[in-house]
């Protein structure tokens, strides 16, 4: 199993840019799938994740409305829109999933098995 991350880039403070995660099979329709993110000399931290089946999310405290996180079931891709990025949104983002379904207020400690390569976010002010 594979995924695939793109969309990152360098934005302005204030801009958006929306990330992609591709799965290579639909392993994840009954589980997990989200996003961290780990900036330079940082640890990896959760930003969203969705639970495949009903569409429940977790969100970080530091992206609650400005990010959002979306499925689509018939390209096995997980999206997420980042909108009023700031520079402290700086960092290497990753794809994260896993076929088990952990409960709502699991998700963002729940233990991933499968990521993908980063992509990087870089917003300048």
């Known amino acids: 199993v594979q995924l695939q991350a793109s969309g990152g880039g360098l934005v302005q403070v204030g801009g958006s840019l929306r990330l992609s995660c591709a799965a290579s099979?639909?392993?994840?329709?009954?589980?997990?799938m989200g996003w961290f993110r780990q900036a330079p000399g940082k640890e990896r931290e959760f930003v969203v994740a969705i639970r495949w089946t009903d569409g429940s999310t977790n969100y970080a405290d530091s992206v609650k409305g400005r990010f959002t996180i979306s499925r689509d079931n018939a390209k096995n891709t997980v999206y997420l829109q980042m909108d009023s990025l700031k520079p402290e949104d700086t960092a290497v983002y990753y794809c994260?999933?896993?076929?088990?379904?952990?409960?709502?207020?699991?998700?963002?400690?729940?233990?991933?098995?499968?990521w993908g390569q980063g992509t990087q976010v870089t917003v300048s002010s």
């Open positions: 099979e639909n392993t994840f329709r009954r589980g997990v």
């Open positions: 994260a999933a896993d076929s088990r379904r952990p409960i709502t207020s699991a998700i963002a400690t729940w233990p991933y098995a499968y």
